[in-house]
Structures are given as structure tokens and as C-alpha cells.
């Protein structure tokens, strides 16, 4: 498995932010506050990494003069996150 | 974190990330009372709806048009309050995105060719709800579309059959019902 991807997906809040990216086009950063129950503070952090790491993308845009941001799955994060998941199937199989 | 938890974690997120009814059952609701109010309207007083050549015509797309205005502008709003787009509320948006051109293109061959729409537009309403319920598993819905386009079928083979009657009955079955059964399902149970 790809270290880097075992080492970023090792974080409970970034796991979930790609789990559900991975089965929505796109999520906004309320409705990952959500999902993941973390600080808006946290969250932001992780998101910056995952981005760092080109696995999601970020959209930011202007809604009635307020600043908003959608962030969705990039095809290199849906192919890595599968590539882990087939991992994480495998080790459960042959246990 | 081992790997039993990351299985755990990612079980639990795919599973709270739910494709919501409630709007998909709004919006059929809607439209099945303004079309059966529009039929009921056009049937009760035809001297209002045809006082000249276009005035129908213009009485069933305009009024629609304004309907997929707020609908449109519905959906938008609520999926911006939801906070994300399913991949599975994708598909049924470019379902009835599709509908909406397959509409309107039908309406305007109808015009030209001076037909009446009433069984193009219920058979591909028919089409449309068959494969929106198989999609979200929703019998109900599936249902409702079989049994619009049986009725479209019966149609064809009864004839002097007021079209705007059959709209009330197809569109109170085939959506109407259905939108109810949406709008009031308990998604958590």
C-alpha cells in the first residue's frame, strides 16, 4: 500500500472527510463539520493536507456577498482511497 | 487507529451520507397538483383557457415554464442547505433535467404538427418514474410509473377519451400518489 496514503488516511477525521467525498460529487465545509464532528479549526487543517496531497480539490466562491467553499474528491484521491480500501478488504479477508 | 477502526470509520460515514426523499417527493407533489389543477381548469372552463388560436398553447408552456423556474430554484436551495450533492441525487437530477428538454421539444412538435401531447408526455412521464423508483429502490414510485404507462397504453386503444381527464387521472396515480408516499416516508426508520 502506498505509505503516503496509509500514513494521511491514518487520521480518523481525514478518513472520514474521504469516505464521504468519495460518494458525493461534492460537500460544503457545514456538511463536513458534520460528517466528521470535528473543530472548524481541525478540520481545516486536514483538509489543507488532503489538498496538499492533491486528493480532494477546493472550490471557493462568493453566495449572496458571503464566502463559501465545496470541496470534492480528485480522481487521483478516488483511485488511492480504492487502492486502500482493497488493502483494508484483503487484511480482513485473511483474518 | 487499527484496521477494524478504519473499516468502522468508513462503514459509518458512506452510511450517514443519505440521498434525502423529502425534495424528490416535493417536487412531484407540486407538479402533480399544478398539472391537475391546470387539466381541471382547461376542462371546466375551455372558453377561458382556448379564447384564440395560441391561448392554449400558451396557457401549457408558460405556466409550466414558470413551474420549472421555482422548481429549479427550490432545488438549488435546498440542495445548497443539505450541504452536498449524492452521486445517486445526480442521476435523478439529469433524469428529470432530461425530462424537463424531452418536455418542452414535445410541446413544441405537438405545436407545430398540431397534435395533442397528453400521451407522448404521460408515456415518457411513465419512463421517467419507472426508472427514478428503480433507481432510489422506492416501489412506490416504480409502481406508479408502470401503471402510468399501462394507462397511456388503455388510452390508445379507447377512443374519444377527453385528454385532459386522462392527464388528472395519469398524473394523480402516476405522481401525485407517489410524491405523497416520498414526502412522508421516514427516512431513518
Known amino acids: ?95 | 487507529m487499527n484496521k477494524e477502526e478504519q473499516i468502522k470509520i468508513i462503514n459509518e460515514t458512506i452510511t450517514k451520507t443519505k440521498f434525502t426523499l423529502k425534495p424528490l417527493g416535493y417536487n412531484f407533489i407540486f407538479w402533480g397538483f399544478l398539472i391537475i389543477s391546470m387539466s381541471l381548469f382547461h376542462y371546466f372552463f375551455p372558453e377561458i383557457v382556448q379564447f384564440n388560436v395560441y391561448s392554449a398553447a400558451i396557457y401549457w408552456v408558460l405556466i409550466p415554464l414558470l413551474g420549472m423556474i421555482y422548481t429549479t430554484y427550490y432545488n438549488i436551495k435546498t440542495g445548497k442547505a443539505i450541504g452536498y450533492e449524492t452521486i445517486l441525487g445526480r442521476v435523478i437530477k439529469i433524469i428529470w433535467g432530461v425530462f424537463g428538454g424531452s418536455w418542452l421539444a414535445i410541446v413544441i412538435i405537438s405545436l407545430i404538427y398540431n397534435d395533442n401531447p397528453v400521451q407522448d408526455i404521460l408515456f415518457l412521464l411513465g419512463v421517467t418514474l419507472t426508472m427514478s423508483g428503480l433507481i432510489i429502490k422506492f416501489n412506490k414510485i416504480t409502481l406508479g410509473g408502470i401503471l402510468l404507462i399501462l394507462f397511456v397504453i388503455y388510452t390508445y386503444f379507447v377512443p374519444d377519451l377527453n385528454f385532459l381527464l386522462v392527464n388528472v387521472v395519469g398524473i394523480t396515480f402516476g405522481m401525485l400518489l407517489p410524491g405523497f408516499a416520498l414526502y412522508f416516508y421516514k427516512e431513518n426508520e
Do not use: H, W
Open chain 1, 1 to 95: 500500500m502506498n505509505k503516503e496514503i496509509e500514513k494521511l488516511l491514518f487520521n480518523p477525521i481525514r478518513l472520514k472527510i474521504i469516505s464521504f467525498l468519495i460518494t458525493v460529487e461534492y460537500g460544503n465545509f457545514n456538511a463536513l463539520i458534520e460528517i466528521t464532528d470535528a473543530s472548524k479549526g481541525n478540520l481545516s487543517i486536514q483538509l489543507k493536507k488532503l489538498n496538499e496531497a492533491k486528493l480532494i480539490k477546493i472550490k471557493k466562491y462568493f453566495q449572496k456577498s458571503y464566502p463559501k467553499t465545496d470541496y470534492s474528491i480528485t480522481k487521483k484521491g478516488r483511485k488511492d482511497f480504492e487502492c486502500f480500501f482493497k488493502q483494508l478488504e484483503l487484511y480482513n479477508k485473511k483474518k
